[in-house]
């Protein structure tokens, strides 16, 4: 890229979140992301190179060995002339939604990420003239907490996501409560997963988007978005799954559309074999929580029937899923076991300031940082060592759970025969595919104690209003036999 000679109509928005914003060049298929910031919290050009090479750092170091390298794309740093990122910044202002705009984009530094861009290619170089259709899916923490330090029994039985959904709906933040369960995504069960990707389908918030030849084309950008319509997905997905236009159109159609999409979606879920080191840190069926949430709608459906919810039947270990999970159960204390952790190094700190480089909090994060992750021991000596430990296992775990996987899929050309690439199969056609990981910056340190307080009010919420609610109805079942008189006869 000719940083030099750039034009601000070649590029588009392309989507934000809460710390960056990322555009998309028109013809290429690369992206440049820039860091974003309250109106009010201006930071050094130095700090923001920093701050991005930090990312890529901790990418390439880090999260690709956990995951392996075909998954995960850590791009470059770039400067960009100032003039540039003020027109594109003004060009792209109209089509960001209302929820992002309490924050502005960097336009002082000049400094960006340059990416592939993964709704349009892949780790495969697939051909510019056949079409893309991406799948992003942000599936969010798989596991309920083993740890000890827990104090809530309700949290050793619902998972994170299940409780954080009443709290959501309850600030606004979405219309209603998602059917989804992390837990039944990851379980590794077919019919489990293929639930949970249909209640993504219904409800996406922020958790899925579709892309087709990098426009995004099915998504929710916040609570006004408009109620998800599955025959306009199935319009533009028809022509991936049934070419040959055999296919009526209706409901039936509708159905049959998506049940291939989420049926291709498990198989690549399911499949992989790029070797990562994530496997060194598996611990034990012993750290395992339960493996199925209460509060999922899959398992109450089947308990209501009478029936037990299919438990794991265990992911590949090549998969990505599988390698995301190990990287999420570095949090082996909980956010409750952790806290006082944070606070040992926190007045520690008070005391030495000067050592805040050394604990490589801010970075660098090298393979000096990544082996001290490999470090499993939940036996607390009181050293600072231990706690930093831990919180920087925790930081890694928090990234783990809120990343993204691209999908990305092309329909195979009649010669495909002598293709490389890997192949997953539909009913009507076949697809050439890659998988990738979004979202890989590491969490920062200064947001535990937001963490821990956000934990407290997600629980406590749970427990007083959708808890409360079950047990009266459970109390209101028995009510009637109360007032009933046991009269014994003689024999």
């Known amino acids: 890229m000719d940083e030099g000679k750039m034009d601000e109509n070649e590029w588009g928005y392309h989507g934000e979140g809460n710390k960056s914003l990322v ?214 997905l028809k022509p991936f799954f ?49 493996p199925v949430c209460e509060a999922s709608p899959f398992s109450r459906s089947l308990r209501c029937q009478g029936k037990n919810t299919p438990e794991r039947s265990g992911l590949p270990k090549g998969c990505l899923l599988y390698k995301t999970l190990q990287v999420q159960m570095l949090d082996l204390l909980d956010i409750e076991g952790l806290y006082p952790l944070y606070r040992r190094v926190e007045r520690y700190l008070e005391e030495f300031p000067e050592e805040r480089k050394t604990l490589q909090i801010d970075g660098p994060y090298d393979e000096a940082f990544y082996q001290r992750l490999l470090d499993l021991s939940t036996e607390d000596d009181g050293t600072v060592a231990f706690a930093l430990t831990k919180v920087q296992q925790y930081r890694v775990a928090m990234t783990a759970k809120d990343c993204s996987i691209m999908i990305a899929l092309s329909p195979c050309l009649q010669d495909a025969s002598s293709d490389q690439r890997p192949i997953v199969p539909s009913s009507r056609s076949r697809f050439a595919f890659s998988v990738s990981v979004l979202d890989l910056d590491l969490k920062p340190y200064e947001s535990i104690p937001h963490q821990y307080k956000l934990d407290g009010k997600i629980v406590n919420y749970y427990l007083k209003t959708v808890h409360a609610k079950d047990a009266t109805v459970m109390s209101a079942r028995f009510k009637e036999s109360e007032d009933c008189t046991l009269v014994l006869h003689k024999v």
């Not at 740890?147 to 949290?155: A, C, L, P, Q």
Request: overall charge positive.
């Open 242 to 290: 049934f070419p040959s236009n055999g296919l009526a159109s209706g409901p039936h159609c509708t159905r049959a559309v998506i049940r291939e999409l989420v049926r291709v979606i498990t198989r690549v879920l399911l499949s992989g074999s790029d070797k990562g080191r994530a496997g060194a840190l598996r611990s034990g069926p012993g750290l395992w929580g339960p």
């Open 23 to 236: 555009v998309a060049h028109a013809q290429r298929c690369v992206v440049l992301r820039f860091l974003k910031f309250p109106p009010n919290r201006k930071k050094t050009s130095e700090e923001i190179f920093q701050h991005l090479q930090n990312i890529v750092d901790f990418g390439k170091n880090v999260m690709k060995e956990f995951l392996g390298e075909n998954y995960v794309h850590c791009g470059e740093v770039v400067q960009l002339p100032l003039d540039f990122v003020k027109q594109l910044c003004l060009k792209i202002q109209c089509e960001r939604p209302e929820s992002r705009c309490d924050k502005d984009l960097d336009t002082l530094s000049g400094y960006a990420l340059c990416l592939p861009n993964l709704a349009r290619l892949q780790t495969y170089h697939f051909a510019e003239h056949r079409p893309i259709l991406c799948v992003e899916i942000k599936p969010k923490c798989g596991f309920i907490p083993f740890s000890s330090d827990v104090t809530h029994e309700m949290k050793h039985k619902v998972c994170r996501y299940c409780m954080h959904q009443h709290l959501k709906v309850a600030t606004g933040k979405w219309k209603q409560i998602s059917k989804y369960c992390p837990l039944d995504l990851y379980s590794g069960n077919k019919q489990r997963m293929y639930f949970a990707l249909k209640s993504l389908l219904q409800e996406a918030q922020n958790n899925l988007k579709i892309f087709k030849n990098g426009e995004l084309i099915y998504g929710c950008k916040d609570a006004r978005s408009p109620v998800a319509d599955w025959s306009e997905l199935a319009h533009h």
